[in-house]
């Protein structure tokens, strides 16, 4: 445990008040998988009892205070309203996300051999009004970022012609952020396979990397910690994507396999922190804002557990990584590797990694005005109940 007089405890309590996690709409019901889906009950059926949620995780932990929404999944249909209720709840929008990986009902053209990529120049139209339609919503909701997830790609060889692919996404994007208001960013979001099993568009880091610096300065890669192919570095990306001024932020989740969207920290809690270590060392060396200069949130998909008390895990794991980070003696860790010390440098990373440092995360929660214990009064006060007494066993919408 980390004493209560260490010197750096203040300043850490300070800077975990600070920092504020983004919670996904479509994390806040069932995802379920490709062979089933087992809907809980008391999901949310609307926006508004979505929003009611975060506001709920945000009332406990202090640290949930945004909503990132999907379109269409999401649509605001009274933004006023919309906006009050955010207001009430003490919830602001973060990235909005557009869908291009799915067809709608009513849509006149099919997304299943890709969106921006596509060979027909009216599919890729459709996909970049679609994007455009999103930015517009998220100007509404006083959101500052587009992320895009793009499934497209090929499941064969021959299929398709890789760079003719690359360059019809490439120049959707350019129109997409031409589109952009001055204030925004545009987050382009990799991923290593899954729809698409032979190649995808933005397939990796160097790939969005690609894009982003084909786009422009308004334009960065998005991290997914579950889009990598296995055993991936995932904290030298970071380290190197910070370096070039270029990573957007996070979609926190963990995985064994991959995109398995479970819970942060359940499966590599190491990996969390060596990335943290990466986000706290490379954002100090920029001199970047730690709560607002990057894009934080979780993407989740919850089929066993309460989504909510799934969701305080993932938060709590990450106030923990990001605390341990804060911890790292950096002047020593600097003067280990400029000795080649490796021992020196393994013992300061996990001496902190192996420090409990929940104690603190607790102490930043009540000072910011949340719960010691989130899931215990969650239990306690019996949350769920009262949820499904209201809303019934209603399928959340979206994913
Ligand atoms: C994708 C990707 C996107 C998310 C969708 C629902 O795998 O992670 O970020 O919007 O899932
Ligand atoms: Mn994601
Ligand atoms: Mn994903």
Same mark, same amino acid.
């Given at each position: 445990?980390?004493?209560?007089?260490?010197?750096?405890?203040?300043?850490?309590?300070?800077?975990?008040?600070?920092?504020?996690?983004?919670?996904?709409s479509?994390?806040?019901?069932?995802?379920?998988?490709?062979?089933?889906r087992?809907?809980?009950?008391g999901?949310?059926?609307?926006?508004?009892?979505?929003m009611e949620?975060?506001?709920?995780?945000?009332?406990?932990?202090?640290?949930?205070?945004?909503?990132?929404?999907?379109?269409?999944?999401?649509?605001?249909?009274? =933004?006023?309203?919309?906006?009050?209720?955010?207001?009430?709840?003490?919830?602001?929008f973060?990235?909005?996300?557009?869908?291009?990986?799915?067809?709608?009902?009513g849509? #006149?053209?099919? =997304? #299943?051999?890709?969106?921006?990529q596509?060979?027909?120049?009216?599919v890729?139209?459709?996909?970049?009004?679609?994007?455009?339609?999103?930015?517009?919503h998220?100007?509404?909701?006083?959101?500052?970022?587009l992320?895009?997830?793009?499934?497209?790609?090929?499941?064969?060889?021959?299929?398709?012609?890789?760079r003719?692919?690359?360059?019809?996404?490439?120049?959707?994007?350019?129109?997409?952020?031409?589109?952009l208001?001055?204030?925004?960013?545009?987050?382009?979001?990799?991923?290593?396979?899954?729809?698409?099993? =032979?190649?995808?568009t933005?397939?990796?880091?160097?790939?969005?990397?690609?894009?982003?610096?084909?786009?422009?300065?308004?334009?960065?890669?998005?991290v997914d910690?579950?889009?990598?192919?296995?055993?991936?570095?995932?904290?030298?990306i970071?380290?190197?994507?910070?370096?070039?001024?270029?990573?957007?932020?996070?979609?926190?989740?963990?995985? #064994?396999?991959?995109d398995?969207?479970?819970?942060?920290?359940?499966?590599?809690? =190491?990996q969390?922190?060596?990335?943290f270590?990466?986000?706290?060392?490379?954002?100090?060396?920029?001199?970047?804002?730690?709560?607002?200069?990057?894009?934080?949130?979780?993407?989740?998909?919850?089929?066993?557990?309460?989504?909510?008390?799934?969701?305080?895990?993932?938060?709590?794991?990450?106030?923990?990584?990001?605390?341990?980070?804060?911890?790292?003696?950096?002047?020593?860790?600097?003067?280990?590797?400029?000795?080649?010390?490796?021992?020196?440098?393994?013992e300061i990373?996990?001496?902190?990694?192996?420090?409990?440092v929940?104690?603190?995360?607790?102490?930043?929660?009540?000072?910011?005005?949340?719960?010691?214990?989130?899931?215990q009064?969650?239990?306690?006060?019996?949350?769920?109940?009262?949820?499904?007494k209201?809303?019934?066993?209603?399928?959340?919408?979206?994913?």
């Amino acid at each position: 445990m980390i004493a209560a007089d260490h010197p750096k405890t203040e300043s850490v309590i300070e800077k975990l008040m600070a920092f504020n996690v983004a919670i996904p709409s479509w994390a806040l019901g069932t995802g379920g998988t490709r062979f089933g889906r087992f809907n809980g009950p008391g999901e949310p059926g609307s926006l508004e009892e979505k929003m009611e949620d975060v506001g709920l995780l945000h009332a406990l932990n202090r640290s949930s205070g945004a909503i990132s929404l999907h379109i269409p999944w999401d649509i605001p249909e009274d =933004y006023g309203s919309i906006r009050a209720r955010a207001k009430l709840l003490g919830l602001k929008f973060d990235a909005v996300n557009s869908n291009t990986f799915q067809d709608q009902p009513g849509q #006149k053209l099919s =997304y #299943k051999f890709g969106s921006l990529q596509h060979v027909d120049k009216s599919v890729r139209k459709q996909a970049i009004d679609h994007n455009i339609e999103v930015i517009k919503h998220g100007i509404e909701l006083g959101s500052k970022a587009l992320t895009v997830w793009l499934s497209d790609g090929s499941c064969f060889p021959g299929q398709l012609n890789f760079r003719k692919a690359f360059q019809n996404t490439l120049a959707g994007l350019q129109e997409i952020y031409a589109a952009l208001p001055e204030d925004w960013k545009i987050f382009v979001e990799y991923k290593s396979f899954e729809p698409n099993f =032979y190649s995808m568009t933005v397939a990796d880091w160097g790939q969005s990397l690609l894009y982003v610096n084909k786009l422009g300065p308004r334009a960065y890669t998005l991290v997914d910690l579950g889009h990598h192919l296995p055993n991936a570095n995932i904290e030298q990306i970071v380290s190197l994507l910070l370096m070039e001024g270029k990573l957007a932020g996070f979609h926190f989740n963990d995985s #064994k396999y991959g995109d398995d969207d479970i819970t942060v920290g359940s499966i590599r809690p =190491y990996q969390l922190f060596l990335i943290f270590n990466e986000l706290v060392e490379g954002m100090d060396a920029r001199g970047m804002n730690h709560a607002n200069d990057l894009g934080w949130m979780i993407d989740a998909s919850h089929n066993v557990k309460d989504p909510l008390e799934d969701l305080l895990q993932s938060v709590e794991a990450i106030m923990i990584a990001y605390a341990q980070a804060l911890l790292v003696d950096r002047k020593s860790l600097e003067d280990a590797q400029s000795s080649n010390d490796i021992v020196k440098a393994q013992e300061i990373l996990q001496n902190i990694f192996r420090t409990d440092v929940r104690s603190i995360v607790a102490e930043a929660r009540l000072r910011a005005g949340g719960a010691l214990d989130p899931i215990q009064i969650f239990r306690e006060m019996d949350v769920r109940s009262t949820l499904t007494k209201e809303r019934g066993f209603k399928i959340a919408t979206g994913l």
